[in-house]
């Protein structure tokens, strides 16, 4: 029986890294520092370190500037998913491509969406309803971009739904937005967590 039982375990947690390998997300971030990213001003200031747990957190001090993390790697179409924590009123963004702002920032006690707001394609459009969570929780996002549409999830709720972005939306690396572009993390505004980021590439339409 404890053979048998043994057996059932170790089957069940091949099966579990089988599924996990076929569903196509590998890490942006590999948990422990940052390879496969770079500055996106080598003589920028870091601010960026890896913390407990496999977290890379981003922390601006009162009159600092950060400087952004891109990845060394261009995307076309993809899924990407990660969570963040931003305390209350602190300000960040993830960019899709490195030309699409998808906005981070504390804005829980204000309560509405906006343009500038927590998940908005950033002065592009507004999410279509409110998800934000306080400064201190952890946050969920997954986001797909296909040709020029872009679908986003913040905490279980679909806030945008094949939104059309054929612009950049401020602060981009540069406005080829027909080409493929890095992931990048915005560095120079307010302090920011993330962990968990992964992402899947899908077929060129």
């Known amino acids: 029986m404890k053979n048998l039982i043994t057996l059932t375990v ?23 520092d940052t390879a496969g990213w770079k500055l996106r001003r ?15 957190k981003n922390t601006v001090k009162p009159g600092e500037h950060g400087t952004d993390l891109v990845t060394e790697k ?6 990407v998913k990660y ?3 931003v305390p209350d009123n602190s300000n960040s963004g993830f960019y899709l491509r490195g030309r699409h702002e998808v906005q981070i920032l504390g804005d829980y006690k204000s309560g509405k ?11 592009h459009t507004a999410p279509s309803e409110f998800a934000s969570k306080p400064g201190h929780e952890w ?25 059309a972005c054929d612009r950049a939306t401020g602060s981009e690396i540069d406005g080829k937005v027909k080409e493929p572009g890095p992931i990048f993390l915005q560095g120079d505004h307010g302090t920011v967590s993330f962990r968990n980021m992964t992402i899947k590439e899908l077929p060129k339409e």
């Open 74 to 79: 261009k995307y076309w179409n993809f899924t």
């Open 113 to 123: 969406p906006s343009l500038g707001g927590n998940g908005a394609i950033y002065q």
């Open 10 to 32: 170790a089957a069940l947690f091949a099966a579990t890294l089988t599924f996990a390998a076929d569903d196509g997300f590998v890490p942006l971030f590999n948990g422990k």
């Open 139 to 163: 946050q969920t996002v997954e986001a797909t971009m296909i040709g020029n549409k872009i679908t986003i999830m913040l905490n279980g709720k679909k806030i945008h739904d094949n939104i």
């Open 83 to 85: 969570e963040f924590m």
């Open 42 to 56: 080598a003589k920028g200031h870091n601010s960026w370190t890896v913390e407990e747990g496999g977290v890379l």
